[in-house]
């Protein structure tokens, strides 16, 4: 089955950390870009980072300078280290994972990709 896992998320205070973990199985992880998406309360679900297959990475502005993704292969997993924590960040977190996510840059949670995590919330109160 293919299946991406997410973990890591919960309730932090602004300016605190969190790292997300998603973890994949049934299917090639080593080709395939990552990514993270998420969707704030009333918001719309957007982009927030992306790790592709050949080590390139994008960043939203949101969150660059403060957010860092990074892949271990071998584990199949992809985390998103959030440093400097703002009330804006709180929202639901999706992982993705596709052979053509960056090139596609697809809708949240559209089932055109290889997979999706099923949502991790993080809240940051002030």
């Known amino acids: 089955e293919v299946q991406l896992v997410e973990s890591g998320g919960g309730s932090v205070q602004a300016g605190g950390s969190l790292r997300l973990s998603c973890t994949s199985s049934?299917?090639?992880?080593?080709?395939?870009?990552v990514g993270w998406y998420r969707q704030a309360p009333g918001n719309e679900c957007r982009l927030v980072s992306t790790l592709a297959s050949d080590g390139s990475i994008y960043y939203s502005d949101s969150v660059k300078g403060r957010f860092t993704i990074s892949r271990d292969n071998a584990k199949k997993t992809v985390y998103l280290q959030m440093n400097s924590l703002k009330p804006e960040d709180t929202a639901v977190y999706y992982c993705?994972?596709?052979?053509?996510?960056?090139?596609?840059?697809?809708?949240?949670?559209?089932?055109?990709?290889?997979?999706w995590g099923q949502g991790t919330q993080v809240t940051v109160s002030s």
């Open positions: 049934g299917f090639s992880f080593d080709d395939s870009d």
């Open positions: 993705a994972a596709d052979p053509y996510l960056v090139l596609v840059a697809p809708p949240c949670r559209t089932p055109d990709i290889r997979a």
